[in-house]
C-alpha cells in the first residue's frame, strides 16, 4: 500500500493530453514539492518533473506539473506511443523522514 | 557526467544477509548536500524507497525496513553499501541506487541501472 495515491492505469490517443494525478497528505504532498518520474519498460526509472513543475533539461514541453493543496497532476500532451510507460509521483515525507512514491500509473496509448 | 552502478549478488537464499554496492562517479559523497538513496521494486509492483545517506553521514530508513537495513559511505565518498538481513522470497526485486539532489524540495536526479536479486533456496 502506497502512501501516495495514483490511478493505476490511464489511457488516451495518439496527440492527445492526458493527466496523471498523485494524492497525499499535508505531511508529504500538502507541505512539500512533488517529483515525477517515468519508467519506460525494462528500463530504470528517469526524472521528469521536480519541484512541482520544473523540467530537467532534455525533457520535451509537452511534460507538465502542478500542485494543489494535497495533490499533485501530471500533464502529458501531444501523446506517442514512445510515451507508454509507468510513471510515479513522490516527495520526502519532512514530517516521518522518509522517502513516499505513489503506487504508479500506467500508461496506455491507444 | 554522473553515473551510479550498482553491484551485488544476483542469488542469495532465505535468511542470509545481502550486501549491494553503489559505485557512483561524476560527485562526491564528501561535498555538501550530496545524498544518495537505495530504492528496490519487485517484479510487476511500484517503487519501495528503502534507505537514504547523507555526506554527513546522516542516515534515513524505511520505517517498515528499518530493522532490517544498514546504509553505509565507504572512506573514497564514491561508494555507498546497503545491507539487508534475513532476506526473504519477498524481497526479491530489483535494486536501484539513486542520487537525492535538492531545488526548493529533494528529487531523485540520476538512477543506476538496476540490479536485480532473486531470493530462493
Known amino acids: 500500500q502506497s502512501v501516495l495515491t495514483q490511478p493505476p492505469s490511464v489511457s488516451a490517443a495518439p496527440g492527445q493530453k492526458v493527466t496523471i494525478s498523485c494524492s497525499g497528505s499535508s505531511s508529504n504532498i500538502g507541505n512539500n514539492y512533488v517529483s515525477w518520474y517515468q519508467q519506460l519498460p525494462g528500463t530504470a526509472p528517469k526524472l521528469l518533473i521536480y519541484d512541482n513543475n520544473k523540467r530537467p533539461s532534455g525533457i520535451p514541453d509537452g511534460f507538465s506539473g502542478s500542485k494543489s493543496g494535497t495533490s499533485a497532476t501530471l500533464g502529458i500532451t501531444g501523446l506517442q506511443t514512445g510515451d507508454e510507460a509507468d510513471y510515479y509521483c513522490?516527495?520526502?515525507?519532512?514530517?516521518?523522514?522518509?522517502?513516499?512514491f505513489g503506487g504508479g500509473t500506467k500508461l496506455t496509448v491507444l | 557526467q554522473v553515473t551510479l552502478k550498482e553491484s551485488g549478488p544476483a542469488l542469495v537464499k532465505p535468511t542470509q544477509t545481502l550486501t549491494l554496492t553503489c559505485t557512483f562517479s561524476?560527485?562526491?559523497?564528501?561535498?555538501?548536500?550530496?545524498?544518495v538513496s537505495w530504492i528496490r521494486q519487485p517484479p510487476g509492483k511500484a517503487l519501495e524507497w528503502l534507505a537514504r545517506?547523507?555526506?554527513?553521514?546522516?542516515?534515513f530508513y524505511s520505517t517498515s525496513l528499518k530493522t532490517r537495513l544498514t546504509i553505509s559511505k565507504d572512506t573514497s565518498n564514491t561508494q555507498v553499501v546497503l545491507t539487508m538481513t534475513n532476506m526473504d522470497p519477498v524481497d526479491t526485486a530489483t535494486y536501484y541506487c539513486a542520487r537525492l539532489n535538492y531545488g526548493l524540495w529533494y528529487y531523485f536526479d540520476y538512477w543506476g541501472q538496476g540490479t536485480l536479486v532473486t531470493v530462493s533456496s
Open positions: 545517506i547523507d555526506w554527513d553521514d546522516d542516515k
Open positions: 513522490g516527495t520526502w515525507d519532512s514530517s516521518l523522514s522518509v522517502w513516499v
Open positions: 561524476g560527485f562526491s559523497l564528501s561535498t555538501s548536500a550530496m545524498r
